[in-house]
């Protein structure tokens, strides 16, 4: 240790607190070897293993990613008394570090360690860190680490998920990151879509010091309340006659709401900006036929699919009718929340919430649930989870005096996690501080679905407006979403609306301005 703080400080000019510029940031001057890193202390916890190797001319082909060269140091660690093991992987770019850290979040159940999220953040120059949080990688399901022994929750390894280990990530993060360029990270992000959306959240919320920018995309926070909800549809479905509708019709009645609400924000772009102004009634398709292009049929739209498709747009309600939570909204692809018993998505998601965490019953037979039995769950999970998991903290007063920045972008037909569950979070937030663009704003992305995809406009520059609001003061008032089909629309600061200057190009940002209204 004593011979590495040594070469330290000769190796290396005096820092000055400026960013360093690419060409001019210091070579790593520790090897990249476990055993030299210097251990990171955490409260509570004792480190088990620190192992490194060096990757050179690397490629992620998922991601078009190539010729990465960086060290990448593993280290496991545990909470004594709790039999956990816990995994961070850091990568620490060997020829293009840019001095900044950056921790990257995951999806699901999963924390998620892997280089689709450390790629990105290295090919950039970032030191870049992920945690596993102690627990597995599936995505879809809690089973290999929910349960201490049968039925009997693991609170500890919950807690631990929902947010000890992101305290933790960036603390270990950051020392092997000093430790191996002899100097601290100038700048520290966070990145995160879905639960790493809500890591994001739930890290300015409780560790307000750990980053200077957050970027918590579509976040998977509030899940005691959103998770029980997403299987609102199921229960809507099977208290009416009826076979279940196909997945067809129900995408048809999303394309003619679409249709039908496109002109409202004055531009006919197949994207429905103006969610609050379409008052489509799917109970007027009833009768009509629509082609089923996966079977090749004409079908009828029936009325069974209409109610169950308004039940949720308007969000579940207890048995007498009092609105428990909210809907989804009408150009999200509703189909996956009523047929996809079984497939990957928002109903396996609350399916296995229910049977691990609500009933604590793995063989709960989700498919025969009652109205009342929805109701029963969906209280238990709030009473249960929602201190503990949800992240829904309004208060971010600790982060803005920490002088932290943070920005989220939903897309508004997210058909997993509605886009009114940020809206409601934002709105509580504003409530407690009408100041909370100066540190926290807010964008609707009209017409992307969960994270990325759909016909709408995806901010590609959202990390790039954080760094700049961050390290030079310039404060997003709009973002530059662009479509499959390289059309251009702004982005605008919540509530502000992108509104057509009715002469100028449609496909083109520039002539848009962000408005109240369109
Ligand atoms: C500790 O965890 C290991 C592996 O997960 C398990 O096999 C063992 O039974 C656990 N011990 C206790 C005391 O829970
Ligand atoms: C669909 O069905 C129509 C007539 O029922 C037929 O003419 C057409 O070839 C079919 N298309 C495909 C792709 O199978
Ligand atoms: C409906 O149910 C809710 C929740 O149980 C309760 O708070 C409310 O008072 C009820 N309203 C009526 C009209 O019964
Ligand atoms: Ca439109």
Known sequence: MKLFRAGCLVLLPTFSTALPSRDVSPAPVHACSGPSFKQPEIAGAQIL??????????????IGLTNLNFCEVNVAYTHPGMNDTVQVQIWLPLNNYNSRFQGVGGGGYAATLGETGLGPAVAEG???????????????????????????????LVRQWAYTSLNELPIIGKAITESFYCSAPVYSYWTGCSNGGRQGLITAQR??????????????????????????????ASSLPGPMPSACEFDAITAASVKACDGLDKVMDGVLSALDLCTFNPQT??????????TNTTQTFTS?????????????????????????????????????????????????????FVTKNPSLDVSTMTLEQFYSYFTSSVAEYSELADGADPNLSPFKHAGGKMLTWHGSADSLIPVENTIRYYRDVEKGDEDVRDYYRFFVAQGIAHCSGGAGYYPTGSFDALVQWVEKGVEPERLTGTSMTGREQPLCVWPLVARWDGVGDEGVAGSYSCAETF
């Open 49 to 62: 293993s620190i192992t490194a190797r060096e990757f050179l001319a690397y490629s992620i082909p998922s």
């Open 285 to 294: 398709l009833v009768g009509q036929s629509f082609h089923c292009s996966t």
């Open 126 to 156: 970032y030191a870049t860190a992920a945690t596993d949080s102690g627990t597995d990688s599936m995505v879809l399901t809690p089973a290999g680490w929910a349960f201490k022994s049968p039925g009997v929750v693991n609170y500890d």
């Open 304 to 356: 069974k699919a209409a109610t169950i498709v308004q039940k949720i747009w308007e969000g579940p309600t207890t048995p007498n009718g009092t609105s428990l939570w909210n809907g989804y909204s009408k150009d999200a692809a509703i189909a996956a929340l009523v047929t996809d018993i079984g497939q990957p998505g928002a109903i396996t998601l609350a399916t296995t919430w229910m049977q691990y």
């Open 207 to 236: 560790y307000p010091e750990h980053y200077d920018g957050i970027l918590a995309n579509a976040p998977a926070m509030l899940a005691s309340d959103w998770l029980p909800a997403a299987f609102w549809g199921q229960i809507v």
